[in-house]
């Protein structure tokens, strides 16, 4: 089966920071562009960064610049999100997925997703 599972989100306070995997089971994540993206109840799903095949482009939305950082262990079939400085807006759940060249029109095959949630 092909998998993707994310992990790593938690509560944190504003200012905080969380690290995010997302883990590749029955396939080889060097041959896809992986992109984060999340949605927070009663919004649309939003883009959060991407990274292509090799790592060696990353693409991240407006909102997060700065912030977060993404990078990829082929290695170790992961791709992680490093989040810094983290915004109560921030608040969401967290999904990767296959979006090839980085479009932000990504495959529909999603994993249960990690819950991110920023309050004091």
């Known amino acids: 089966q092909l998998q993707l599972v994310e992990s790593g989100g938690g509560l944190v306070q504003p200012g905080g920071s969380l690290r995010l995997s997302c883990a590749a089971s029955g396939f080889t994540l060097d041959s896809y562009d992986i992109g984060w993206f999340r949605q927070a109840p009663g919004k649309e799903r939003e883009g959060v960064s991407c990274i292509s095949r090799s790592g060696g482009s990353t693409d991240y939305g407006d909102s997060v610049k700065g912030r977060f950082t993404i990078s990829r262990d082929n290695a170790k079939n992961t791709v992680y999100l490093q989040m810094n400085s983290l915004k109560p807006e921030d608040t969401a759940i967290y999904y990767c997925?296959?979006?090839?060249?980085?479009?932000?029109?990504?495959?529909?095959?999603w994993g249960q997703g990690t819950q991110v949630t920023v309050s004091s």
């Open positions: 997925a296959v979006d090839p060249l980085c479009s932000g029109y990504p495959n529909n095959s």
